[in-house]
Structure formats: C-alpha cells, structure tokens
C-alpha cells in the first residue's frame, strides 16, 4: 500500500495516468461517434413519384436501411408520420426519394398555388359537385370558362304537381375555372399520364353571384341541378367578366330563399 501511495503520490505518474485516461476517453467518444454515423438506420422513402398535394398512402411508402451520414437535410425515420398527410402543394417526391419535413404537410396546410391569388380581389371560392359526365368526359380544364346553367322545378301555388314547370336556363356565364380536383382532393390535371375522376370544379365569383349560387344549391325540394357549359369565352381577345345572364332565374332565387348576413 505505501508502494501504490508513493507512486500515485508523484506528479508526473498522475500527469500520464490522467493523459492516458483522457486518450481512452477521446478514443471510446469517437469510436462511438464513428458508430452512430456509420451503423444504418431504417427510414422511409417513396415507392413512386407523388404529386404535389397528394395524399400520402400505405403503398405509397417503403422502408430501407441508410448510414446517418448519408442523410442530409430534416428526413422522416418514422413512416407513421407520414402516412395520411400530404405532399407540398409546390413539392414534388420522387420515386426513391426520402421524406423530408419541408415536403409533407398535413391536409389544413395544403395550398394550391393555381388557386391562391389567380382570382380577383372580392371574389370568393366556389367549389361545384361534378363528375364525368357534367364534365363532358373530363374536358373541362383549368384556365377555361363555362357558364353556369340551373335546371329547377317551378311548383304551383295549389297542391296540385300537375301545373309544375320543369325551368331551365343560363345563370351566370364568363366564369373561370381555377382548378379541377378528385374526389381525394388531388388535382386531376396535375398528371397527365394518370388521370384521375373530377369530383370538383373550383372557380371564384363575386359576393353577390357566390351567394346565388349558393342559395340555389340548397334548394333540394326544388329539385335543383347546377350545370356546367363550356364556352370559347377563354379564345377571345377580351373576356368580359362574370355576370348574371337570367335575371328572372335571379329573382326566382331570391323569392324562394333567404339569406342572413353576419353583421360585426
């Protein structure tokens, strides 16, 4: 014991004890750090090309193994975080492509950017139910006009059908079509080489126009349908704007509905 004591009594035996542990220490840190980038890690990656605002699915996500010093950026290593979210409206994820945070989103996140500021100031959002055949076999694009065409039934002041009239006629006409989405809320012209159903034809419309589309809408025991007609509007030189083409159409709406503003 007096041995030991007299060795680690000497300043210079202490001085390389504690610059031999302080290299066993180095050594182990770096082996570890070593280790840590090189030992491979499961992360997800994208078994095919997904969109922009695309909603990511199971099949739609596979796993491989990667050493972290590969991995660059802010990449997803759990596939449970994006499964039921969405691809960036300005993203693009390649087949082979890792998930990376900037580029998954959830849904309430999701911006069109062939929607946001391609209306005038004033108009408001319309989205109208549609599918393949209101569409004429899906041939209504984004950037054409149609005019909006309402089919309604008439009813008689007496309790007798037999005096109903089945009205049809031009509502509003120049109205621009923003967008045309799935019934997934995908953009169905986002790519071609997979065309999707239409489910959703966006377009933008005055306050006023909004609400008479709206109001007509509702008016399910009228047995109402709104119609979308294609026009050449969009190959003149100068489109004029959205206006209501049927005032009598216009008047009828408004006699056999009400509308309540908030007031703040």
């Given at each position: 014991?007096?041995?030991?004591?007299r060795?680690?009594?000497?300043?210079?035996?202490?001085?390389?004890?504690?610059?031999?542990?302080?290299?066993?220490?180095?050594?182990?840190?770096y082996?570890k750090?070593?280790?840590?980038?090189?030992s491979p890690?499961?992360?997800?990656?994208?078994?095919?090309?997904?969109?922009?605002?695309?909603?990511i699915?199971?099949?739609?996500v596979?796993?491989?193994?990667?050493?972290?010093?590969m991995l660059?950026?802010?990449?997803?290593?759990?596939?449970?975080a994006i499964?039921?979210?969405?691809t960036?409206?300005?993203?693009v994820?390649?087949?082979?492509?890792?998930f990376?945070?900037?580029?998954?989103?959830?849904?309430a996140?999701?911006?069109?950017n062939?929607?946001i500021?391609?209306?005038?100031?004033g108009?408001e959002?319309?989205?109208?139910?549609?599918d393949?055949?209101?569409?004429?076999?899906?041939?209504i694009?984004?950037g054409?006009?149609?005019?909006?065409y309402?089919?309604?039934?008439n009813?008689?002041?007496g309790?007798?059908?037999d005096?109903?009239?089945?009205m049809v006629?031009?509502?509003?006409?120049?109205?621009?079509?923003?967008?045309v989405?799935d019934?997934?809320?995908?953009?169905?012209?986002e790519?071609i080489?997979?065309?999707?159903t239409?489910?959703?034809?966006?377009?933008?419309?005055?306050?006023?126009?909004w609400?008479?589309?709206?109001?007509?809408s509702?008016?399910?025991s009228?047995?109402?349908?709104?119609?979308?007609?294609?026009t050449?509007?969009?190959?003149k030189?100068?489109?004029?704007e959205?206006?209501i083409?049927?005032e009598?159409?216009?008047?009828?709406?408004?006699?056999?509905?009400e509308?309540?503003?908030d007031?703040?």
């Open positions: 014991m007096a041995g030991i004591k060795f680690l009594s000497n300043k210079n035996t202490v001085t390389i004890l504690c610059v031999i542990l302080g290299i066993i220490v180095l050594y182990l840190g082996q750090r070593i280790e840590d980038q090189i890690i499961t992360v997800p990656y994208a078994t095919q090309t997904i969109s922009p605002g695309t909603l699915t199971e099949e739609m596979g796993t491989m193994e990667v050493p972290p010093a660059q950026g802010k990449p997803y290593t759990d596939s449970s499964i039921g979210k969405y960036q409206s300005n993203s994820i390649p087949e082979g492509s890792l990376y945070e900037n580029s998954v989103v959830e849904e996140q999701v911006i069109d062939s929607i500021g391609n209306y005038p100031e108009y959002l319309y989205s109208l139910d549609v393949m055949n209101s569409t004429y076999g899906n041939s694009l984004p054409n006009y149609i005019d909006i309402l089919k309604a039934i009813k008689s002041s309790n007798s059908q005096n109903d009239k089945i006629g031009k509502l509003l006409q120049n109205v621009k079509v923003l967008a989405y019934s997934s809320g995908n953009n169905v012209f790519n080489d997979q065309l999707s239409p489910s959703q034809l966006i377009f933008a419309l005055p306050h006023d126009y609400v008479l589309l709206s109001k007509a509702y008016l399910g009228y047995n109402t349908e709104i119609v979308p007609v294609p050449d509007a969009g190959s030189e100068e489109v004029e959205v206006s083409a049927n009598t159409l216009r008047n009828w709406i408004d006699d056999v509905t509308w309540t503003e007031i703040g």
